[in-house]
């Protein structure tokens, strides 16, 4: 099978490899489309912590099951979106059913070998079967809306709370449309992308604004009478935004860091979580039970997948997909890997 190796940074080269087959309990994936993330192109540009290469990318993919191995009762034929966090299931973490947070986990396309490649091969349980409504490229996508959906379960959105999301990428429009289906009101979108502020409108967020031109803070507090925020989401993962996060939140509010950052955070204190009595919730990926509620939501048309994926490549071009990437992020949301 062919295989696109990050041998190094903003490196590739399209191998050929032996096909895996498939072992007890496990299936081979043929591949139908990797959806190329952020953390991804992190990796691609070696600013991602960690990382050893080479290594073969993806982890946001779906397929069709080619291939059974013994003790298998997924089907050959089955339509699948793949589960790429692979926990060991006997740790602490993954006795508690937090195998998001398994102290021995590895994540495909880091860790472990991705899905940049025609097949794979997985243990069973970390496919899950899609309805015929699904088209496979599309659910390349569930995976994210899933990541979603366990961070907002960390917080409590209720009816008629406003909400805050702060960028609208993909996650960020998904977060929008969850906090809408959840109930909130109003729903805020803050992006500098008047694309991307059209696309939360579809969302059915309640107003837009572009911090580019408006101070996010005021316009917060204007569009709830003052009273502040009760949840803010951040998925832009920039440091500079936790303060104004923060100071938009009305009192006893939750700030959910749901983008990854590396870098301090400047000028922080702890005073405002003091004063306010604010709540601060980190959220990492996802547990396999996250997978069911994600599918549902795609497949009754609660979420409207449609313009996500931005661009689409064979596998033998994945050198230049990250690269458009790398030039202009602004102008995607995801980038699909067909090989």
Not at 39 to 45: E, G, N, S
Not at 72 to 79: K, L, P
Not at 279 to 305: C, H, K, M, Q, Y
Request: glycine share 10%; aromatic share 4%.
């Amino acid at each position: 099978m062919r295989t696109a190796v990050l041998q190094a940074p903003r490196r590739f080269e399209v191998t050929e490899q032996p096909t895996p087959r498939p072992g007890r309990g496990e299936a081979v994936v043929r591949v139908a489309g990797t959806a190329v993330c952020h953390t991804d192109l992190a990796i691609y540009t070696g600013r991602h912590p960690g990382v050893r290469y080479p290594v073969i990318l993806g982890h946001e993919a779906a397929g069709v099951v080619e291939a059974v191995g013994p003790d298998t009762s997924i089907g050959v034929g089955a339509r699948v979106v793949i589960n790429p966090i692979i926990a060991c299931g006997a740790c602490d973490c993954c006795v508690r059913g937090d195998e998001n947070l398994c102290r021995r986990a590895g994540l495909l396309g880091r860790e472990l070998p991705g899905s940049l490649a025609e097949h794979v091969a997985l243990p069973e349980r970390y496919l899950h079967p899609l309805p015929s409504e699904i088209g496979l490229e599309a659910a390349t996508l569930i995976e994210t809306l899933a990541t979603v959906r366990h961070a907002q379960r960390r917080v409590r959105i209720d009816p008629g709370d406003a909400v805050v999301v702060l960028g609208q990428g993909a996650t960020g429009l998904f977060h929008t449309r969850l906090a809408k289906l959840a109930g909130a009101s109003p729903t805020v979108a803050v992006s500098r992308s008047a694309w991307k502020r059209d696309l939360a409108r579809r969302m059915r967020a309640d107003a837009t604004v572009d911090p580019s031109v408006h101070d996010v803070v005021a316009e917060v507090l204007a569009v709830t009478a003052g009273r502040g925020a009760d949840v803010v989401i951040d998925t832009t993962g920039d440091p500079s935004l936790v303060r104004p996060a923060m100071d938009m939140l009305r009192p006893g509010g939750t700030l959910l860091l749901y983008a990854i950052s590396h870098e301090p955070v400047q000028d922080f204190t702890t005073f405002s979580m003091y004063v306010k009595e604010l709540t601060l919730v980190g959220s990492r990926a996802l547990v396999p039970a996250d997978f069911e509620p994600a599918i549902r939501l795609v497949a009754t048309g609660a979420v409207d997948l449609d313009g996500f994926i931005t661009g689409s490549y064979p596998l033998h071009q994945t050198a230049a997909a990250f690269g458009e990437y790398e030039r202009a992020p602004d102008r995607v949301l995801r980038v699909l890997i067909v090989p």
